[in-house]
């Protein structure tokens, strides 16, 4: 579903992901982990087709970013650490926004819409200005835009951040559900215990290289994830 090879990425004179390669089959949930700084949002922006990048290809179900970018965004759904979102809009201005641009029919839309709302606890919400809610209720409702078009490829940067238990509890088994029917998720976080027990694979990256990759349980064997990340400094 996703295949990043030989990313390459700089801003002026200093290259900050130096030759990446890396795949996600359909079905997976892929970790990918580092320190602040270490190139993991850089590129998350080039997967999502927000940055351009100097060298290599990212394929999203075959397609490129590069040179189909319209077709490999209607297979996804980005969600930063910090959305972005139209705070003139009310919560369900937005939805409804985010449902005409990926054409969704409306009873499907509003039904999905419902379910999610309800789901995560801001139903009541959607009617007031995003502007009053707080960086948890922007969380939900970036959640579900990024849910209500049913992507093919989920992309997560740090999606616990802001996040209650109840919410992180519901957002996990959203992942896991959507895994189950083939789609794939590719996230970023530091909370290394949700990597360990939620991902098929994981992949560290140092200064913009990658520095262990594989089957979760292949890395971690009788050691925790955190103790392998740490050995890894």
Same mark, same amino acid.
């Given at each position: 579903?996703? &295949? ?9 004179? #200093?290259?900050?992901? #130096? ?53 490999? #965004? ?101 992942? &896991? ?57």
């Amino acid at each position: 579903m996703l &295949k990043i090879q030989n990313y390459h990425k700089s801003y002026g004179n #200093k290259e900050v992901v #130096k030759g990446i390669s890396l795949e996600v089959k359909p079905g997976e949930i892929f970790g990918f982990i580092g320190h602040n700084g270490a190139g993991k949002t850089t590129t998350i922006k080039s997967i999502v087709g927000i940055l351009e990048f100097e060298e290599g290809e990212i394929l999203i179900d075959g397609k490129s970013i590069q040179k189909d970018p319209i077709a490999c #965004k209607k297979m996804i759904a980005y969600i930063p650490d910090n959305p972005d979102l139209y705070e003139n809009l009310t919560g369900i201005q937005y939805l409804n926004f985010i449902g005409n641009i990926f054409q969704i029919e409306k009873e499907v839309r509003t039904k999905r819409i419902e379910e999610y709302a309800k789901e995560l606890e801001i139903y009541s919400n959607l009617g007031d200005s995003i502007s009053s809610y707080s960086h948890g209720m922007k969380q939900k409702l970036a959640l579900i835009g990024a849910l209500i078009h049913e992507p093919k490829l989920l992309i997560l940067d740090e999606p616990f951040v802001g996040l209650d238990p109840k919410a992180a509890f519901i957002l996990k088994n959203r992942m &896991k559900e959507m895994c189950a029917r083939g789609c794939s998720i590719f996230f970023s976080t530091h909370v290394l215990e949700v990597v360990e027990k939620l991902c098929d694979h994981v992949a560290i990256l140092r200064a913009g290289e990658i520095v262990c990759m594989g089957a979760t349980e292949d890395i971690i064997k009788n050691q925790s994830l955190e103790e392998v990340f740490l050995e890894l400094e």
